[in-house]
């Protein structure tokens, strides 16, 4: 009935009651569950957990923020999408919201230094070359991803945090040779049209059943039936009426329904919408 399109299964939080969440899935309605790849290792976790559990599939990658020591991600990804098992690459993107630069301003030190000429301490200067090395190691890794799901013939879950335009300009030249779906969206309707005029998805949260997610719920009330995705992005973003808990993949319902509400229409009829798109977006039928 419903596919949770964005989990993390991998993480320790759901180690002591895995057996459990499955079946709270099945429960709900939730038949399908993608576990999400941030890491080399944890892309390893999440094939091994859809290789054990006929209702996984995984996508393997390595996240913007990842502490990752490879420079090179195609090989390791390349050998984990052997597995019949990965539906897609990701999550990858761009995330520049603690920049090098960001977190030394935080610091105490640096506001008691003396300025120079240019207004600028000597740590701020450093922290802002850091903020290109940063950038840069971030885009190395985007770009070696959607390279490789070309590759593959694999689509791309994307993930960005303010680093919007940035993300769409390296998306660009790969227009008609992937789709990309933008989890945890979050943006406005000009945001979504621009990332479908591309010829890509969006995923929502549980951030549509929130009280300050009115935003978030007007623009999945106006895209297309078939541009949109559902997810949990669990442990994260738990809707009400469990935030501050462990979100988990039950709770894809939870935010079906919710836009359904807000479309004026029946869950089933959402939920059969979603997974049709997420059945011609992810590849689970490898072969």
């Not at 120079?116 to 940063?134: H, R, S, W």
């Not at 359904?260 to 590849?283: V, Y």
């Amino acid at each position: 009935m419903l596919i949770d399109t964005h989990a993390h299964l991998d993480y320790p939080d759901f180690a002591p009651d895995f057996g459990e969440v499955l079946g709270r899935a099945t429960d709900a309605g939730v038949t399908r569950i993608i576990t999400i790849g941030t890491s080399i290792a944890s892309s390893q976790r999440a094939v091994e957990l859809a290789e054990a559990h006929s209702n996984v599939y995984a996508v393997i990658g390595v996240h913007p923020t990842s502490d990752e020591t490879a420079e090179d991600v195609m090989a390791p990804l390349r050998e984990l999408a052997q597995s019949r098992r990965v539906v897609a690459i990701g999550e990858t993107g761009l995330d520049y919201h603690r920049l090098p630069s960001a977190e030394a301003a935080k610091s105490k030190n640096v506001q008691v230094f003396a300025r120079t000429l240019q207004g600028e301490t000597q740590e701020e200067i450093v922290a802002g070359l850091d903020d290109g090395a940063y950038k840069a190691r971030q885009a190395s890794w985007f770009e070696q991803q959607l390279d490789l799901a070309v590759e593959l013939g694999l689509n791309a879950v994307i993930h960005q945090r303010d680093a919007w335009r940035d993300t769409l300009e390296m998306m660009r030249p790969y227009v008609g040779k992937l789709r990309g779906v933008f989890h945890c969206f979050g943006g406005t309707a000009e945001d979504a049209q621009e990332v479908l005029a591309g010829g890509h998805l969006v995923s929502f949260t549980g951030i549509v059943t929130f009280k300050n997610g009115v935003g978030v719920r007007d623009v999945a009330a106006q895209l297309p039936l078939d541009s949109f995705m559902v997810e949990t992005d669990c442990p994260y973003l738990a809707p009400t009426p469990f935030r501050g808990k462990r979100c988990e993949p039950a709770h894809t319902r939870l935010v079906a329904e919710a836009i359904a509400n807000t479309r004026g229409m029946l869950l089933e009829d959402l939920a059969r919408s979603t997974t049709a798109t997420a059945e011609g977006f992810f590849k689970f039928n490898r072969r």
